[in-house]
């Protein structure tokens, strides 16, 4: 796990939340959040909070919300990772309700959360998994973090794994990786994963490899992401993996192997890379998101 995660301001993170939501609501919609947020804040029901959260679609839509850099760079300010893009309407409204619950009492607020995530339909879950990074308690919600990896919703696995910092945080490397082999599997960017690089281990460069393997074996394509977290683990064994790279993949491929290379102290593996590909690496005419976004827009060199 990564050191020392982030602490949140809730009542910062909830005030950011609602000035996005009602910036660009109707005035009924925000008169309705308004009162609702002053009733739950001044006497907190249980039932008016499951009933106000249940009724939030009535009032806010699942159009995208068009962030500023201005309000990103707030995000990150709120919280490191925190990374808003791609919310709708609604899905801000869940989360910014959800920053409402009192959590002096851990067993109560987490009471609350999981009859949330018990009940969920798979757009409120998408909320609640993305609303991890805020939440107070966050020690107690890596067995809720582990269950959205293991969801066989697509968009509930983005949720957490995707531009979330929660999972690099908290997770121990068995669910860390788990995810990430997941992710390459259903072929997500694992650009988008928070702190990957950090969170790089033997055990996971190992369980890549051995994907790639059987990939290979049934004459499938192999992502030229998969050996970003390999690089710093690269032996006498992982480096054929390499070498087949550099000897039969595509020029995506080949600079994938060079900034794998890169992260290595493997002195054999250095003397694989050909010097224009070296020279690529030194002067960054190409990194992992650039593969990342050239792999997935489908210009596989």
């Known amino acids: 796990m990564i050191d020392s995660p982030t602490q949140v301001n809730i009542s910062k993170a909830h005030s950011f939340l609602y000035s996005v939501v009602s910036e660009i609501s109707s005035e009924k919609s925000t008169k309705w959040l308004d009162e609702k947020i002053k009733n739950l804040e001044n006497n907190f029901s249980e039932k008016d909070f ?11 839509g699942k159009e995208k919300v068009e962030f500023t ?32 619950i009192p959590s002096a009492d851990a067993s109560h607020f987490l009471k609350i959360l999981n009859n949330l ?19 107070p308690h966050p020690e107690s919600l890596k ?36 995810m990430v082999l997941k992710a390459v599997f259903i072929e997500r960017p694992l650009d988008n994963i928070c702190g990957l690089d950090k969170r790089a281990n033997e055990k996971l460069a190992r369980m890549l490899s051995d994907y790639a393997h059987e990939r ?5 394509y192999v992502t030229p992401e998969l050996w970003r977290p ?10 054929k993996d390499i070498e087949r790279l550099l000897a039969h993949g595509s020029e995506l491929e080949k ?21 224009q590909l070296k020279s690529g690496v030194e002067k960054n005419d190409f990194d992992w998101k650039m593969i990342s976004e050239k792999w997935f827009a489908g210009k596989i060199q």
């Open 255 to 275: 600079q994938a192997a060079a900034l794998a290379v890169q992260s290595s102290n493997f002195a054999r593996a250095k003397e694989l890379i050909s010097s």
């Open 50 to 60: 499951y009933l106000t959260f249940s009724l939030l679609p009535r009032f806010f």
């Open 230 to 239: 390999v690089g710093p683990f690269i032996d006498k064994e992982l480096l």
């Open 117 to 135: 995530f018990s009940t969920g339909e798979v757009n409120e879950l998408v909320a609640l998994y993305s609303a991890l990074p805020l939440l």
């Open 143 to 178: 067995t809720r973090a582990s269950e959205g990896i293991r969801t066989n919703m697509s968009v509930v696995f983005d949720a957490i794994a995707l531009n979330n910092p929660y999972p690099a945080e908290y997770l121990d490397d068995d669910a860390f990786n788990q």
């Open 216 to 220: 290979w074996a049934a004459s499938r």
């Open 69 to 100: 850099n201005e309000q990103l760079h707030a995000a990150s300010d709120i919280r490191t990772g925190f990374n808003p893009s791609g919310y709708s309407v609604v899905q801000a409204s869940r989360e910014m309700l959800v920053l409402l």
